[in-house]
């Protein structure tokens, strides 16, 4: 395949800083999803360059999108997660005043009565 030339390179850089920021991703998390120890922009260039190589922009462009479809699945998980546990919480009763419901029930009934009768 063509090398890449400066400009190029310069631009993929540019692109993937942006794209990066635009999931709330690091060099290091891009760095991690191709295999490669540091994250750098050398390291993660030299890997873009090896990509070029295999098969051109496409397979660089096919790379990316993997790792971008693998975040974006791995957030909507944790999402369902988050969810999942704030719709158990609110089936428990009492949970979100932070009361012992079995225990605490009764002093506050005793002290609700309490306040009534006072005024």
Do not use: C
Request: charged share 30%.
């Amino acid at each position: 395949m063509n090398k890449l030339s400066p400009h190029q390179e310069k631009e993929l850089i540019i692109f993937i800083k942006d794209w990066l920021r635009s999931h709330g991703y690091s060099q290091k998390d891009l760095a991690q999803q191709l295999n490669i120890r540091s994250g750098r922009t050398s390291e993660i260039m030299n890997k873009i360059k090896d990509l070029n190589k295999r098969g051109g922009i496409f397979n660089i462009a096919k790379n990316l999108i993997k790792i971008e479809q693998y975040w974006l699945n791995n957030n909507k998980n944790n999402n369902d997660k988050e969810l999942s546990n704030s719709v158990e919480n609110l089936k428990i009763p009492y949970n979100q005043l932070d009361i012992n419901y079995k225990l605490d029930l009764d002093k506050l009934i005793d002290q609700m009565e309490i306040d009534h009768k006072i005024k």
